[in-house]
């Protein structure tokens, strides 16, 4: 494929390896956060850590929003979509993620109609299609996706189609970033920028990582390539004493960010006062709603929702595995309580996610998820 | 480990040991209801199969066809969804299915009953075509279909059609195909580029608003086994549902070795490998209907690939990897970029990611 595989050249792929070997203090440990999971994905997909020295691992973040959605949503998700009638749609990698009572493929067994789309704008075209049914559609994702979901309810507002709604999960990539780097016992040394949200966001938003907290970002696109020149130029940058946010992504993220789906987002959102992550918690304001003059299309004020907080075991230890600070085998509830069959923490749903890597993999895996043999 | 975590750590090494032992017992089937996992192929089918079905009919072995004396038998069911695609149709895939179950399995497909399950208002225009469509390849496949049952179930069931079929084959004499023939130092071969059928498919349901030049590779595979068998070949099996990712993952684990495959290896066409990469899902898990995967001796393997790329159809066979003693059950992929993954089995149908 002309324009993929030239980010995917082996060849060149060694030579910023060798690159990247200069540049390591071998007496250091390195520990670099990819905050995206669609970086996690390339990673695994890749095997791009294979080609690091030994002492540069890779620890992944927060960043897979359908792993991050709390039991409480999605048993809200399974409760819209098992009202009569209703015909409820979402991404395909969240049905699969489980509530305290099953997945919403299991809801889609018990009769509930459940289906896949790859856009909100599928969701607004099946609404259109069937007039006399409530359409739900399950809004997840980053500041990625949330300005599609914006535009789709600016046009089910101005096509007038009553029947859609939507629920909305948006989260926001700074503030779980900050509650990572507030935490005394952060062992990070620097971080892999989320290249789709900054295509929205622009690269701004990410310079408080350097000037508060003395961590290098770099902003990096999805190809191997471009993840192995992110880590090289953020090691560049530990090796130089330097800490800056760098676009290594320039061939899609403008520094400012795209303004119009920003004033979308601004338009239909507004933020949540604190919304709950999967295995992290509460965190203040990092999780949008419909804002109040788009309150009419919200599916959680359509429907009676349980609305019940289903907590989180006390034992899960998905921070302190995101943080870097204990391996999933350290985890009170891993390889117990918590196995990807009944998974609890968010490192544990996410099939790339440390724990679920480790649990299949076991003995044959890196501490960033790759086969080690 | 590379991070130094193989030091005398003891909990470590339980809680491992713990899940291993977990992870190697027989699958215990436990969900409440049926969902659509486990008709995917992959570990929900396994754990159905092997937790519920198996055992309960007592039968050790599974195999796509079973061998009773000299006959071997096989059955399978269709539903695909539409009826006529890019390259075939249900009527073509139901006898193309059942005689490759046959094929893989060494015997010459003889004969096959069909059973029609159709659905009230069905067009019998379509009715008709159908039928030509299975005359046609069981021509091709030189099978006569002898016996067969039809039913009809109330509108909205049944898509239109479902079409069983169970074929009957005599056992080839120079066939000794089985799992734990497969052992290290063996070679891998692919029939031919991978991954175009359930691409077609998903293309034809038009809900992707994709549009590409695929067609399903539907067809008999009795030439290309009849090819290749010989003292060489250790066991075959077609990649239909779950791909050849499934196929190396059951083989895996029923010889007890590992696998080794060159990603830059496989074959796949563009058309192929673009609409993978849009739709974030790999081809290597991708339904096929005319392709098989053989497991080879290492002397043999230069040979057997020579007939197989002889016979039509099979011109892009290709050995992908080999057959390693360690990990056992695992099945590893050196990426065509340099690194290394595992290549698990799907837990359920390969869903598109957002993330």
Same mark, same amino acid.
């Given at each position: 494929?002309?324009?993929?595989?030239?980010?995917?050249?082996?060849?060149?792929?060694?030579?910023?390896?060798?690159?990247?070997?200069?540049?390591?203090?071998?007496?250091?440990?390195?520990?670099?956060?990819?905050?995206?999971?669609?970086?996690?994905?390339?990673?695994?997909?890749?095997?791009?850590?294979?080609?690091?020295?030994?002492?540069?691992?890779?620890?992944?973040?927060?960043?897979?929003?359908?792993?991050?959605?709390?039991?409480?949503?999605?048993?809200?998700?399974?409760?819209?979509?098992?009202?009569?009638?209703?015909?409820?749609?979402?991404?395909?990698?969240?049905?699969?993620?489980?509530?305290?009572?099953?997945?919403?493929?299991?809801?889609?067994?018990?009769?509930?109609?459940?289906?896949?789309?790859?856009?909100?704008?599928?969701?607004?075209?099946?609404?259109?299609?069937?007039?006399?049914?409530?359409?739900?559609?399950?809004?997840?994702?980053?500041?990625?996706?949330?300005?599609?979901?914006?535009?789709?309810?600016?046009?089910?507002?101005?096509?007038?189609?009553?029947?859609?709604?939507?629920?909305?999960?948006?989260?926001?990539?700074?503030?779980?970033?900050?509650?990572?780097?507030?935490?005394?016992?952060?062992?990070?040394?620097?971080?892999?920028?989320?290249?789709?949200?900054?295509?929205?966001?622009?690269?701004?938003?990410?310079?408080?990582?350097?000037?508060?907290?003395?961590?290098?970002?770099?902003?990096?696109?999805?190809?191997?390539?471009?993840?192995?020149?992110?880590?090289?130029?953020?090691?560049?940058?530990?090796?130089?004493?330097?800490?800056?946010?760098?676009?290594?992504?320039?061939?899609?993220?403008?520094?400012?960010?795209?303004?119009?789906?920003?004033?979308?987002?601004?338009?239909?959102?507004?933020?949540?006062?604190?919304?709950?992550?999967?295995?992290?918690?509460?965190?203040?304001?990092?999780?949008?709603?419909?804002?109040?003059?788009?309150?009419?299309?919200?599916?959680?004020?359509?429907?009676?929702?349980?609305?019940?907080?289903?907590?989180?075991?006390?034992?899960?230890?998905?921070?302190?595995?995101?943080?870097?600070?204990?391996?999933?085998?350290?985890?009170?509830?891993?390889?117990?309580?918590?196995?990807?069959?009944?998974?609890?923490?968010?490192?544990?749903?996410?099939?790339?996610?440390?724990?679920?890597?480790?649990?299949?993999?076991?003995?044959?895996?890196?501490?960033?998820?790759?086969?080690?043999? | 480990?590379?991070?130094?975590?193989?030091?005398?750590?003891?909990?470590?090494?339980?809680?491992?040991?713990?899940? $291993?032992?977990?992870? =190697?017992?027989?699958? #215990?089937?436990?969900? &409440?209801?049926? %969902?659509? !996992?486990?008709? @995917?192929? *992959?570990?929900?089918?396994?754990?159905?199969?092997?937790?519920?079905?198996?055992?309960?009919?007592?039968?050790?072995?599974?195999?796509?066809?079973?061998?009773?004396?000299?006959?071997?038998?096989?059955?399978?069911?269709?539903?695909?969804?539409?009826?006529?695609?890019?390259?075939?149709?249900?009527?073509?895939?139901?006898?193309?299915?059942?005689?490759?179950?046959?094929?893989?399995?060494?015997?010459?497909?003889?004969?096959?009953?069909?059973?029609?399950?159709?659905? $009230?208002?069905?067009? =019998?225009?379509?009715? #008709?075509?159908?039928? &030509?469509?299975? %005359?046609? !390849?069981?021509? @091709?496949? *030189?099978?006569?279909?002898?016996?067969?049952?039809?039913?009809?179930?109330?509108?909205?069931?049944?898509?239109?059609?479902?079409?069983?079929?169970?074929?009957?084959?005599?056992?080839?004499?120079?066939?000794?195909?089985?799992?734990?023939?497969?052992?290290?130092?063996?070679?891998?071969?692919?029939?031919?580029?991978?991954?175009?059928?359930?691409?077609?498919?998903?293309?034809?349901?038009?809900?992707?608003?994709?549009?590409?030049?695929?067609?399903?590779?539907?067809?008999?595979?009795?030439? =290309?086994?009849?090819?290749?068998?010989?003292?060489?070949?250790?066991?075959?099996?077609?990649?239909?549902? *779950?791909?050849?990712?499934?196929?190396?993952?059951?083989?895996?684990?029923?010889?007890?070795?590992?696998?080794?495959?060159?990603?830059?290896?496989?074959?796949?066409?563009?058309?192929?490998?673009?609409?993978?990469?849009?739709?974030?899902?790999?081809?290597?898990?991708?339904?096929?209907?005319?392709?098989?995967?053989?497991?080879?001796?290492?002397?043999?393997?230069?040979?057997?690939?020579?007939?197989?790329?002889?016979?039509?159809?099979?011109?892009?066979?290709?050995?992908?990897?080999?057959?390693?003693?360690?990990?056992?059950?695992?099945?590893?992929?050196?990426?065509?970029?340099?690194?290394?993954?595992?290549?698990?089995?799907?837990?359920?149908?390969?869903?598109?990611?957002?993330?």
């Amino acid at each position: 494929m002309r324009f993929v595989d030239e980010f995917r050249d082996g060849a060149l792929g060694q030579k910023v390896a060798a690159q990247i070997l200069g540049l390591v203090d071998p007496g250091r440990h390195y520990k670099v956060m990819e905050v995206c999971g669609g970086h996690t994905h390339s990673i695994y997909r890749y095997g791009v850590d294979d080609l690091l020295p030994a002492n540069v691992e890779l620890v992944h973040g927060p960043g897979c929003p359908v792993c991050v959605i709390p039991m409480g949503r999605v048993d809200d998700g399974i409760a819209i979509a098992s009202e009569p009638g209703v015909i409820f749609t979402c991404f395909g990698d969240m049905l699969r993620v489980p509530g305290s009572h099953g997945t919403l493929l299991d809801a889609k067994a018990r009769g509930a109609d459940v289906r896949m789309v790859y856009s909100p704008l599928d969701a607004l075209r099946i609404a259109k299609a069937e007039p006399d049914r409530p359409v739900v559609f399950f809004a997840i994702g980053f500041e990625t996706t949330a300005p599609s979901t914006a535009l789709t309810l600016m046009r089910a507002r101005a096509e007038g189609v009553e029947n859609f709604s939507c629920m909305c999960n948006h989260v926001t990539i700074v503030p779980p970033l900050r509650a990572l780097l507030d935490s005394p016992d952060l062992r990070l040394d620097g971080f892999i920028g989320p290249g789709h949200v900054s295509t929205v966001v622009g690269a701004r938003p990410f310079t408080f990582i350097p000037a508060d907290y003395g961590r290098p970002v770099v902003i990096a696109g999805f190809e191997p390539l471009d993840i192995l020149q992110a880590i090289h130029m953020i090691l560049a940058q530990l090796a130089e004493g330097r800490c800056e946010v760098e676009n290594q992504y320039k061939r899609v993220v403008p520094y400012e960010g795209n303004r119009r789906a920003l004033a979308a987002m601004a338009e239909v959102f507004a933020l949540r006062p604190h919304f709950e992550w999967r295995g992290l918690g509460f965190i203040s304001q990092s999780a949008l709603r419909l804002s109040d003059a788009y309150a009419d299309l919200d599916a959680e004020r359509r429907f009676s929702v349980p609305g019940v907080r289903v907590a989180d075991p006390k034992a899960c230890q998905c921070g302190e595995v995101l943080k870097g600070v204990i391996k999933p085998w350290e985890c009170k509830v891993f390889g117990t309580a918590c196995t990807p069959e009944h998974a609890i923490g968010t490192c544990m749903v996410s099939p790339e996610g440390a724990c679920a890597a480790y649990y299949n993999y076991g003995r044959f895996v890196t501490s960033s998820g790759g086969p080690n043999l | 480990m590379r991070t130094g975590g193989r030091n005398a750590n003891s909990r470590e090494e339980r809680i491992l040991g713990i899940i $291993e032992t977990a992870r =190697a017992k027989r699958p #215990r089937f436990k969900d &409440e209801r049926i %969902t659509m !996992a486990h008709g @995917a192929g *992959g570990k929900a089918t396994q754990t159905l199969i092997e937790g519920l079905l198996a055992p309960a009919f007592g039968i050790d072995e599974l195999a796509d066809a079973a061998v009773v004396g000299e006959i071997a038998l096989t059955t399978d069911s269709f539903v695909v969804k539409p009826l006529r695609f890019p390259g075939g149709s249900i009527g073509e895939l139901a006898v193309n299915g059942t005689v490759n179950d046959l094929a893989v399995g060494g015997a010459r497909p003889l004969a096959l009953s069909l059973a029609l399950i159709l659905e $009230e208002g069905l067009d =019998a225009t379509v009715l #008709r075509e159908e039928v &030509e469509a299975m %005359t046609a !390849a069981a021509d @091709a496949a *030189g099978v006569r279909i002898v016996t067969g049952d039809t039913k009809v179930v109330e509108r909205g069931h049944a898509d239109g059609m479902y079409v069983c079929t169970t074929g009957v084959g005599m056992r080839d004499p120079r066939a000794a195909l089985a799992p734990g023939a497969v052992r290290p130092g063996d070679r891998i071969l692919v029939s031919g580029s991978i991954g175009e059928h359930g691409t077609a498919i998903m293309l034809a349901r038009g809900d992707l608003g994709l549009a590409a030049d695929i067609e399903s590779d539907t067809r008999s595979l009795w030439p =290309a086994v009849d090819a290749m068998l010989g003292p060489g070949v250790r066991c075959l099996r077609d990649a239909t549902r *779950g791909g050849v990712a499934s196929v190396l993952n059951e083989i895996a684990r029923a010889a007890g070795v590992a696998m080794s495959v060159r990603e830059r290896d496989v074959p796949v066409l563009p058309a192929v490998a673009g609409a993978a990469e849009l739709l974030g899902i790999d081809p290597m898990y991708v339904a096929n209907e005319g392709k098989l995967v053989a497991f080879v001796a290492p002397e043999a393997a230069d040979a057997i690939l020579a007939a197989l790329r002889a016979v039509d159809g099979c011109e892009r066979a290709a050995e992908i990897g080999e057959v390693k003693a360690e990990p056992p059950g695992m099945v590893l992929v050196e990426t065509a970029f340099g690194g290394r993954r595992v290549m698990d089995q799907l837990v359920g149908d390969p869903l598109p990611r957002i993330c």
